[in-house]
């Protein structure tokens, strides 16, 4: 996972599925930047490489809305395909989505 910041968005790139092996990886990279980065109005997802997801990392999104929404801060998912728009719906996150 990579992150960069463009203006007052930091934007979060995943670079492998998000499942077990790698989710706790994620995490702690996001927890780590979230917090050097605190004047952030916005957080981005990219996970244009993801094509499985299991519930991790279901719980890993739920857990970074919940802390996005506690924090005051937006959050969205871009650049998703169409197993991980299947999979989000049905945990009815497609409304993180943005085209």
Do not use: W
Not at 20 to 33: A, P
Not at 67 to 75: D, V
Not at 84 to 91: D, L, R
Request: neutral net charge.
């Amino acid at each position: 996972m990579r992150a960069e910041i463009k203006e007052n968005t930091l934007c979060f790139y995943v670079e492998h599925n998000l499942v077990s092996d790698y989710v706790q990886i994620c995490r702690d990279f996001l927890i780590d930047r979230l917090k050097k980065e605190s004047s952030i109005s916005e957080v981005i997802l990219d996970v244009s490489p993801v094509r499985s997801i299991d519930i991790r990392g279901i719980n890993l999104i739920i857990g970074i809305v919940r802390e996005m929404e506690a924090l005051s801060k937006q959050f969205k998912i871009v650049q998703f395909g169409e197993e991980f728009q299947k999979i989000s719906n049905f945990f009815r996150l497609s409304k993180l989505f943005t085209s």
